[in-house]
């Protein structure tokens, strides 16, 4: 039985972006706040990590110091996009945000932990193999999704993600390529808004910079991370949202969560029929 | 032995029994009984069974965490150090984007 239903078509990639578009618009605000909590000190630090290490003569002196600091702002990000995860998902099932204690908030963050780090090997280590990219990368997407109070082992985490990871391939295929696609799309548009600022701020406010001076100045390896982590902020909320999406549905198949979803909280209110109110009215 | 019809709930001696605890032996209403892993238990031995595996594996659970936890975080500071290492290692002309304004030839 539960086989067969494991077995049935899950939504089309297309589908779950579009979705996952329209959930994210409709997110809280706090919902967001806890995402960019995370990603932007992550992406702020390592942006400065970056300058420093191509810039700084002496930043062997302190490169182990830096690394530590960028690991902790790494995994600081990764437990904020855990528990952006868990807002998305109960948005997804209409019931309140469920309060993690203290301890409980403890073992999200180990877990998250000791799962996440192994994918800053494996995930580009899988994108040169190409094939079983699409895998690793939802693997890692589902421990980030499925992170709660209830999976507070590791051990269990993944095998919940695994075996959402193992459901609805296509799907996972399809909804990854439309997302890399959209994300060289945003990369380059940053690309070209960083490109053409110097020279508005020249032909507008006369504001004469080496950029404007020469923009070739601006091929740089500084240039190219900050590009990146503009397009990381932009597009990894809504891939969170897509596989926070497809961790709802897989899990549904047996729990029926979604149906949950479906119902109405309270009875609809009906329009009461009240006489005196109508004499009141034409009096 | 016991004849369960026989029998009244050790909780409430108005009722008669409906099953009986395998841990304690005692026989329970419909009411004082729940299943648990395919068996039906007293509330009371369902948390004593709740408990006691908890506090078997507390400490060596919190150290095997507390190490996997250490690997992770080792191996993140690894991949940072790497990468740290590895752009301090690059020329400048890299950086700089000078490098590709060189011909090739007189690289070589």
């Known amino acids: 039985m539960k086989r067969a239903r494991s077995r049935q078509p899950g939504k089309g990639g297309l589908d779950l972006i579009d979705e996952a578009a329209h959930l994210l618009r409709g997110a809280s605000a706090a919902t967001l706040a806890t995402y960019y909590l995370g990603a932007i000190p992550f992406v702020l630090g390592f942006l400065y990590f970056w300058t420093d290490m191509s810039r700084s003569p002496f930043a062997n002196q302190h490169l182990a110091e830096a690394a530590l600091a960028i690991t902790a702002l790494f995994i600081w990000m990764k437990f904020c996009q855990a528990s952006f995860a868990r807002r998305i998902r109960a948005q997804l099932a209409a019931e309140p945000v469920p309060r993690w204690s203290f301890r409980q908030t403890v073992r999200v963050l180990l877990t998250q932990a000791v799962i996440q780090p192994s994918g800053l090997f494996l995930i580009p280590l899988s994108l040169v193999l190409t094939l079983p990219f699409a895998w690793v990368y939802a693997f890692y997407q589902s421990v980030t999704a499925m992170a709660d109070a209830d999976s507070s082992e590791s051990s269990k985490l993944v095998k919940r993600a695994w075996k959402q990871t193992a459901l609805w391939t296509w799907q996972n295929h399809i909804g990854l390529s439309i997302g890399l696609v959209f994300g060289v799309c945003v990369f380059l548009n940053w690309a070209m808004v960083a490109f053409s600022v110097p020279s508005l701020l020249k032909m507008l406010f006369g504001v004469e910079s080496t950029f404007s001076k020469s923009p070739a100045a601006m091929l740089n390896t500084t240039f190219l991370a900050t590009i990146f982590g503009l397009t990381y902020l932009c597009v990894d909320p809504i891939l969170k949202t897509v596989y926070a999406l497809r961790c709802f549905y897989g899990e549904s198949l047996q729990s029926g969560e979604d149906l949950k979803a479906l119902q109405p909280l309270s009875p609809p209110q009906l329009p009461v029929h009240n006489p005196a109110r109508r004499f009141r009215r034409w009096s | ?108």
Do not use: Y
């Open chain 2, 1 to 108: 032995m016991h004849n369960l019809a026989q029998q009244r709930c050790f909780n409430h001696a108005a009722r008669e029994a409906a099953a009986r605890c395998p841990e304690c032996k005692r026989f329970f209403c419909r009411e004082c009984i729940t299943e648990h892993e395919d068996r039906v238990l007293c509330a009371a031995c369902l948390k004593t069974l709740a408990i006691a595996p908890f506090t078997k594996q507390h400490v060596f659970a919190g150290l095997a965490r507390f190490a996997q936890c250490a690997v992770g975080i080792l191996i993140a500071w690894f991949f940072f150090f790497l990468i740290g290492e590895s752009l301090s290692r690059l020329p400048d002309s890299f950086h700089e984007g000078a490098l590709w304004k060189v011909p090739w030839t007189e690289h070589q």
